[in-house]
T-cell receptor, first 114, second 110 residues
């Protein structure tokens, strides 16, 4: 089965701890993205990566870090510097197309910081 | 990327067509119109996208006005499983940064 997997589905952490969210895709897509969603809100872009070993900040990158060492993987670390880390985190991937790129999303990880 | 405007909520009877409107009056010539939906606590699901022409796939039809300032997503025979938040997004697709607003909550009624 091809797709995007995120783990775990639910994650609980104590305040002040760093936590890493996993995102893996076997779609052979070049680009990958991390979004954050707060209750009743749309998605906001945290980081994106168009190619291995390269990534750019999105609109709300402060308090987050990423790496892209492999095409299939784009882990997101939520650091203790992130003031309000409790949220639903979504990973996506896409491949360029002349007919317009399309992003495909994973199932999400719900992070709760206690 | 252009801003889009959608009604916050709509109802539709099961088995009837659901027509979801979207305004994107500032859309530029190289921006596509994308539609995604999100069922509660799941990742968004791609539905359809288009540039100028109307598009149809197994899930829905997309009607874009000739001036491209608005569009309508049509679910031809809505089912209860179509209850979700529907997002209309205008994007160039270059960096493919999708700006999700708050969307339209479609409630399909039995």
């Amino acid at each position: 089965d091809g797709g995007i997997t995120q783990s775990p589905k639910y994650l609980f952490r104590k305040e002040g701890q760093n936590v890493t969210l996993s995102c893996e895709q076997n779609l052979n897509h070049d680009a990958m993205y991390w979004y954050r969603q707060d209750p009743g809100q749309g998605l906001r872009l945290i980081y994106y990566s168009q190619i291995v070993n390269d990534f750019q900040k999105g609109d709300i990158a402060e308090g987050y870090s990423v790496s892209r060492e492999k095409k299939e993987s784009f882990p997101l670390t939520v650091t203790s510097a992130q003031k309000n880390p409790t949220a639903f985190y979504l990973c996506a991937s896409s491949i360029p197309s002349r007919a317009g790129d399309t992003q495909y999303f994973g199932p999400g990880t719900r992070l709760t910081v206690l | 990327d252009a801003k889009t405007t959608q009604p916050p909520s709509m109802d539709c009877a099961e088995g009837r067509a659901a027509n979801l409107p979207c305004n994107h009056s500032t859309i530029s010539g190289n921006e596509y119109v994308y539609w995604y939906r999100q069922i509660h606590s799941q990742g968004p699901q791609y539905i359809i996208h288009g540039l100028k022409n109307n598009e149809t796939n197994e899930m829905a039809s997309l009607i874009i006005t000739e001036d491209r300032k608005s569009s309508t997503l049509i679910l031809p025979h809505a089912t209860l499983r179509d209850t979700a938040v529907y997002y209309c997004i205008a994007s160039r697709g270059a960096t493919n940064k999708l700006i999700f607003g708050t969307g339209t909550l479609l409630a399909v009624q039995p």
